[in-house]
């Protein structure tokens, strides 16, 4: 029999904005009455030495292990009978496998972004032999997300940019669009004093755009001595990016901040810089409007659906030279101005959540 209230919620994430997401829409739905359960394939490490014998492994548990155990989870999921079961990203497959065995009808599939490494070029790319070979005996692992999200009836994107990847690569077509976390509010005026201190976060990554950031507070001409926070986990190419990075001297790389060190300094900082590569939506930045502090980015992607330019923060075109003349411009102020136009809700994130569950 089905508990009208009832919710199943399957993910195969590790640290960063999907799992945030994942927890907090979990622990709003719990308090709006909802009987969720959270399901989740069990993480393996690989830690032989044998690179080869690592890729074998990984290949074999992303396509073969992995499907297997997701099987076993949907006749948990099915015996069990919820209302809805939400279905978010795995870190492997992008679409989960799971989606296969699932009622087309009660699922949803929540569409953060695409398999970047395989359908988004980048603009600055450092990808050795190693992660070409690992791309090219991996090509499954990309066939298994485009086919399941092929075979998958309702799609959720979080952001504009989303809906628009969703159809371009997917040919999936999503009327409906849940923004992670945001309330949008009456603008808030803000003068702040300039400390000339700036601030990035997201994992050590390419994507991320952190060398993106330094290059341009590198060519700027900042009248006042300034420091750059980096904070961020580290990744498979973290020992690259980290020897980049340690060539600017006004760099500070923060790995593994607690939640609330993480708070502490942006409430300390007086400019985040959002320069991601292609991303759909960023809580960090989200997170940095909700603290009040202004936003310096490059006009692309979704950023340009949390950022107000002109109010929240100041966007720039992708191009190096314009950026720097922004970031020198307002980095010399002695004071910030602008407006706070969201914060962070994601009771009213849930509550959206179900009303698009209801009207399916």
Not at 5 to 29: C, D, F, M, P, R
Not at 114 to 134: A, M
Not at 325 to 344: A, S
């Amino acid at each position: 029999m089905q508990n009208n209230k009832s919710i199943a919620i399957y993910h195969h994430l590790n640290k960063g904005g999907a799992l945030v997401y994942v927890q907090n829409i979990t622990q709003e739905l719990k308090k709006l009455g909802y009987d969720v359960t959270t399901y989740r394939p069990i993480i393996r490490n690989n830690d032989s030495k044998n690179k080869i014998i690592n890729l074998l492994k990984v290949i074999k548990y992303d396509i073969y292990d992995l499907v297997i155990e997701n099987y076993q989870i949907a006749k948990k999921i099915q015996k069990l009978n919820p209302t809805y079961t939400l279905v978010f990203p795995s870190n492997y497959t992008q679409a989960p496998s799971i989606l296969f065995f699932l009622n087309k009808k009660t699922t949803f599939y929540i569409f953060t972004e695409s398999k970047r490494e395989y359908y988004e070029p980048t603009s600055f790319n450092y990808s050795n032999y190693k992660k070409r070979l690992f791309r090219l005996f991996s090509q499954p692992i990309k066939w298994i997300d485009f086919l399941t999200t092929l075979h998958t009836k309702n799609i959720i994107p979080i952001s504009s940019y989303s809906q628009h990847i969703l159809f371009t690569i997917y040919k999936k077509c999503s009327p409906i669009i849940l923004k992670p976390g945001i309330r949008e509010i009456k603008p808030k005026y803000i003068s702040k004093t300039n400390t000339s201190t700036f601030l990035s976060i997201g994992i050590l990554s390419k994507l991320k755009g952190h060398h993106y950031s330094a290059t341009i507070l590198n060519n700027s001409q900042l009248k006042h001595k300034f420091t750059f926070y980096v904070v961020g986990n580290k990744t498979l190419e973290s020992n690259i990016l980290f020897d980049i990075l340690q060539k600017f001297n006004f760099i500070k790389v923060l790995p593994n901040l607690t939640n609330k060190q993480i708070s502490n300094l942006i409430i300390k900082s007086s400019t985040y810089l959002s320069n991601q590569e292609n991303e759909p939506f960023g809580l960090a930045t989200l997170e940095a409007i909700n603290n009040r502090i202004m936003i310096l980015g490059k006009n692309d992607a979704g950023i340009s659906e949390i950022v107000k330019s002109g109010l929240s923060g100041f966007l720039y075109p992708n191009n190096l030279k314009l950026a720097t003349k922004f970031i020198t411009f307002y980095g010399n102020q002695n004071k910030n101005n602008y407006y706070q136009t969201c914060i962070m809700d994601w009771k009213y994130t849930a509550i959206n959540l179900l009303q698009i569950l209801s009207h399916k």
